[in-house]
């Protein structure tokens, strides 16, 4: 279906929207077929997997959107999902009596729009139309990526698995932060930028032919996405490759100073710290996770913010990438459930505290939707917030003090910047005093564009008042830490980012 | 029988379904989706559910009749059990495809024997009331009556 299609067929859509089902049992199939005609669905049905490939083959636009059973004897569901979102690039909701997570969790990551539990009930197809405008807004974006405009990723597409309400909510705030994002790219040249979706592809075919295999050509054919150059997809190989290594080294790294001092002069650092709550290697996450809520996932969000005025010394390949879900192959293991950070910091709902949750929100679910793939709203909203940001989060430094006597201190002092910055958050309101202290020192760390030293920072933390002194050196130090790891995500990140 | 009369027994009778956990609401969606259109969509599918069943209860006779017993195969059946009757809304039915498939797990096949049984017996039963059901139904609409809407009161 072409987008001018879709637009034409606006008024009467959803009504008429071409459904693939595939069900190897009779009676589902039946009832499924019947609930989706009560929506008014164009709907064909069909018991075998091989049989709905062959259909959706021969003409790749002749369904809007395909609903398939997970267990089928003749091919696993997963495996169908698989080719139909890297051949025909169709949403794909899965079906199933199993309500085991890692069910789910497997439709999310094949790349399924949604993932539906039997019995299947008539309130829920009634809004399955919605995966495919997405997917066509999606589509419609991509297509113009190449013409100069930067287009954001406009849609989660294929990571919501059981996500709707918040997943709405989520979306509103993801396009708007998008727009932004968009106008503040235009007098860029034209460059490729790796939304998600195209992220998600590229990850799919990765995976398909192995991480030690990949190479450009392959990937690139089987991604099979226009205006895609082997050159774009090598170079993002490449970045991705590094980022693998540098996530597997990062993870026993100790205090990365430098990596501090180049995150701080990055405008974004403040949210930088925020989103990427812990830079961490996945092992030192995993332990702060058990402790402490999931904010692990946040991490894979570090260096997802390609909108840092960075005037660090990296390199832009393409007029860079944006890195998309680097960390992925610890993104399986963060979860981040909304909930959690909320319990967790309940103190969020000062204003000043909002963005924060909003964007840490998005994150969560991002991270969560989607294995692979940090949302973009992290990097959208820092273009927003990055000023707040930064005062908050140093300014917030002091009270991770309070945070140090949780138990698990060190953990969760490791685990980061993510409770620091929603502890930053918190606290934000009740330590403006200390904001002073730390306003000056950030400023001074911002002026400097070139990546700064250890030294620098033991500098910058001793200069801050003496009472404090310590507890910002400590507190700092922790930064550091944490924005260490952030900051050699971010190198890669940036790298692989469109700079603003 | 008066028409009334039969109506009101096979409101009862349903009703008496519900309250016993036999049918749940399920079955109540796939009532509402039969219409003029569909006349004959809730015996359809049932039809097709218990072929299904029948079928699927046989090879999972069998199944556990082995010497050696093959989890894997019995698994998915009675996973696919469960999902049929979920979605027809045979309770009971489902109810017990969940005990079945959790000592499948254990591969413990004396009590996978005893599920298989409690899940012919729920099975049994449910296909019994259905088809009385539908003799209700069938003995309404021969006498020029309609059948009434199913109330969700109770």
Known sequence: ?500 | MELAQMQKSLQDYTKSLFLEGVLDSQFLQLQQLQDESNPDFVSQVVTLFFQDSDRILNDLSLSLDQQVVDFKKVDPHVHQLKGSSSSIGAQRVKNACVVFRSFCEQQNVEACHRCLQQVKQEYYLVKNRLETLFKLEQQIVASGGMIPAMELGF
């Open chain 1, 1 to 500: 279906m072409t987008v001018e299609h879709d637009i034409e067929a606006m008024d009467q859509f959803p009504v008429g929207m071409r459904v693939l089902a595939v069900d190897d049992d009779q009676t589902c199939l039946r009832i499924l077929e019947t609930l989706l005609h009560r929506c008014q669905y164009h709907v064909t049905t069909t018991d075998k997997a091989q049989t709905a490939l062959e259909l959706l083959r021969e003409n790749k636009n002749k369904f809007d959107l395909v609903i398939s059973d997970v267990d089928m004897p003749d091919m696993d569901g997963f495996k169908l999902l698989e080719r139909v979102g890297l051949e025909m690039d169709s949403p794909v909701i899965m079906l199933s009596a199993h309500s085991d997570p890692k069910y789910v969790m497997k439709g999310v990551k094949h790349g399924a729009c949604d993932y539906m539990l039997k019995p299947v009930r008539i309130e829920e197809l009634k809004n399955i139309w919605q995966h495919v405008v997405r997917k066509s807004k999606f589509k419609k974006m991509k297509s113009i990526v190449t013409n100069g405009e930067s287009e954001g990723n406009s849609d989660q597409n294929g990571v919501r698995a059981n996500r709707k309400r918040k997943d709405q909510s989520e979306e509103e705030d993801e396009d708007e932060e998008e727009e932004e994002e968009q106008e503040r790219g235009n007098e860029k040249k034209p460059r490729v930028i790796w939304t998600r979706e195209l992220h998600n592809k590229f990850l799919a075919a990765v995976d398909h032919v192995g991480v030690k295999n990949a190479v450009p050509k392959k990937i690139l054919e089987l991604m099979n996405v226009d205006n895609l150059t082997r050159e774009n997809v090598g170079s993002h190989l490449q970045k991705f490759r590094l980022a693998l290594k540098k996530i597997n080294n990062e993870a026993n790294m100790a205090a990365a100073n430098s990596h501090f001092t180049q995150m701080s002069s990055l405008k974004g650092l403040g949210s930088f710290h925020h989103y990427r709550p812990t830079p961490l290697g996945s092992s030192q996450f995993h332990g702060g996770a058990a402790t402490m809520r999931h904010y692990p996932s946040n991490r894979t969000f570090a260096g997802m913010f390609p909108h840092f005025k960075s005037s660090l010394p990296r390199n832009h390949n393409d007029g860079g990438y944006m890195l998309q879900g680097k960390p992925f192959p610890s993104l399986e293991t963060l979860h981040i459930t909304n909930n959690n950070n909320n319990k967790a910091f309940p103190s969020f709902t000062s204003p000043q505290s909002s963005p924060l949750v909003a964007s840490s929100n998005h994150l969560v679910l991002e991270g969560h939707q989607q294995s692979s793939f940090p949302s973009f709203s992290p990097h959208l909203e820092i273009n927003k917030r990055l000023e707040d940001w930064s005062n908050a989060v140093y300014s917030n430094n002091i009270p991770q003090s309070n945070v140090h006597s949780k138990p698990d201190a060190l953990e969760w002092n490791m685990d980061t910047t993510k409770t620091t910055s929603f502890c930053r958050d918190t606290d934000f309101g009740s330590s403006n005093a200390a904001q002073a202290d730390f306003l000056d020192p950030f400023q001074m760390k911002q002026q400097h564009e070139n990546i700064l030293d250890p030294m620098t920072v033991a500098e910058l933390s001793r200069s801050s008042s003496a009472d404090e002194g310590l507890f910002m050196g400590q507190q700092k130090l922790e930064n550091n830490f944490m924005a260490s790891d952030a900051g050699s995500l971010d190198d890669i990140v940036n790298s692989m980012m469109t700079q603003v």
